[in-house]
């Protein structure tokens, strides 16, 4: 298996007598490469890396996924990096990249996108066991949830932020997840990847209902009371983790998914 990123670099697996020192400034990822046994191989995390929180409170932090402090990276001399092209800046990456050997680009858009996502790291740190595991788990997950999806279709419209009030576009990883519930994404005049929107009566008739996520924003209850009387359309609160992080955390997504749409 060739060992290809998402911008199309060849990684070589690391040597079988080192150990790389790796930086993942992707929060799914760095619960990614913990189930991969490969935690004490992880030198550097943001601080939103908060997954699993027994192991990831003892790798240093280096800022947040957009404000990276790259001089505290350099000190931690990784041999790898991994960033995410939604989640992490270019020049960031650039400047990294400048003494970082190794920097490996992820941007999974689809569920099924995981499964070359274990093997990839799987591959390039040696832990091809622990990703076929996965691989495995992924797919009986995935297999659950298809098979149980109902037939009628509803278009839903997701909500990630509150002023200005924003949801996600129908190529993002998100809108893919909810499409195997047969949820469509409604779907903004505005192209941008997550685009803004302003209620209306004609938004309000192209719905069947709405998605409130836990993240970035987090709503609540009492958001969901509210704009429910507001639009007299069902309004439910949905799990921001379990619908947006790829990795590991996407098989108990798949399954959270499932329960949640029965």
Not at 201 to 229: C, M, N, W
């Amino acid at each position: 298996m060739s060992l290809i990123d998402a911008i199309g670099t060849l990684h070589a697996p690391v040597a079988p007598d080192s150990r790389a020192r790796i930086v993942s400034l992707v929060p799914s990822i760095t619960e990614l490469l913990c189930d991969l046994g490969l935690a004490s191989q992880l030198v550097g995390r943001t601080g939103f890396c908060i997954h699993p929180a027994e192991i990831v409170r003892d790798i240093p932090k280096a800022g947040g996924t957009k404000d990276v402090n790259i001089e505290k990276i350099r000190k931690l001399a990784p041999t790898h990096l991994v960033v995410n092209i939604d989640e992490n800046e270019k020049p960031t990456v650039e400047a990294l990249a400048q003494f970082v050997p190794h920097v490996i680009v992820t941007h999974p858009l689809a569920p099924r996108d995981n499964l070359a996502l274990y093997r990839l790291l799987g591959g390039i740190f040696r832990a091809e066991d622990a990703a076929e595991r996965l691989c495995a788990e992924f797919e009986q997950a995935y297999a659950e949830l298809t098979t149980m999806a109902p037939t009628r279709r509803e278009t839903l419209l997701y909500c990630i932020w509150k002023d200005p009030w924003m949801t996600v576009s129908s190529d993002t990883y998100i809108a893919n997840m909810m499409a195997l519930a047969c949820w469509e994404a409604w779907r903004a005049p505005d192209a941008a990847r997550y685009p803004r929107f302003a209620w209306s009566d004609e938004l309000v008739r192209q719905i069947d209902g709405v998605l409130l996520s836990s993240e970035p924003y987090r709503f609540t209850d009492e958001h969901a009371d509210a704009l429910e009387k507001q639009i007299g359309k069902p309004v439910r609160l949905v799990d921001g983790e379990m619908m947006s992080w790829y990795g590991s955390r996407a098989i108990a997504g798949l399954r959270y998914l499932r329960d949640f749409a029965a």
